[in-house]
């Protein structure tokens, strides 16, 4: 199996927290972060239910994988797993 090489030079770590965040969408900031050169995508959300977080992640896949950017998904093994 061909081993992936991951750039780490530009690490985005998403915060979904309105602190942070404010009444930013977050798939529109991470879209802009991979236009401006994000080269892995980390998303972090310790506060939004499953099927939220399963359907944030989906959307965020759309924007970073066509860019063939990594998304990496924070502490929730059930929401990366592709469904059967």
């Given amino acids: 199996m061909p081993s992936k090489n991951v750039d780490y030079s530009l690490y985005l770590v998403t915060d979904s927290t309105n602190a942070i965040l404010g009444d930013k969408d977050l798939v529109q900031v991470v879209q802009k972060a991979v236009e401006g ?7 972090r959300d310790k506060t939004s239910d499953t099927a939220d977080l399963v359907r944030i992640a989906k959307d965020l896949h759309a924007v970073t994988r066509p860019a063939n950017i990594p998304l990496l998904i924070n502490d929730r093994v059930d929401v990366a797993w592709p469904p059967a």
Avoid at 37 to 43: D, S
């Fill in 37 to 43: 050169g994000a080269t892995i995508v980390q998303y």
